[in-house]
Nanobody, 122 residues
């Protein structure tokens, strides 16, 4: 059974930082590309960042220079370090996993976590 369990969300003031974690089980983690997506209330789920099985990263323009995705294959965990947070970063953040060979379909197929709420507000 595949499980992706996110943690680390919460309430933070503008300009603050949070680190999200996603612990994966039931998959050969090192063979999977991982991603973080977010969904604000009333909006569709959008890509935030991805990391391939060999560590190549990709970010949506709005988070470049502020967010960093990383992975620890020994711990089967992917992280999203979020700095300089803005109110518009408020959303439910979802962890996503897809086999690296299916990377072209990232976001369309694969596995999802249950989400963790991030709220940026003063």
């Amino acid at each position: 059974q595949v499980q992706l369990v996110e943690s680390g969300g919460g309430l933070v003031q503008p300009g603050g930082s949070l680190t999200l974690s996603c612990a994966a089980s039931g998959i050969p983690f090192r063979l999977y590309a991982m991603g973080w997506y977010r969904q604000a209330r009333g909006w569709q789920r959008d890509l935030v960042a991805t990391i391939t099985s060999d560590g190549n990263t990709n970010y949506v323009d709005s988070v470049v220079g502020r967010f960093t995705i990383s992975r620890d294959n020994a711990e089967n965990t992917v992280y999203l370090q979020m700095n300089s947070l803005k109110p518009e970063d408020t959303a439910v953040y979802y962890c996503h996993a897809i086999h690296q060979t299916d990377y072209d379909f990232i976001g369309k197929y694969g596995y999802w976590g249950q989400g963790t709420q991030v709220t940026v507000s003063s």
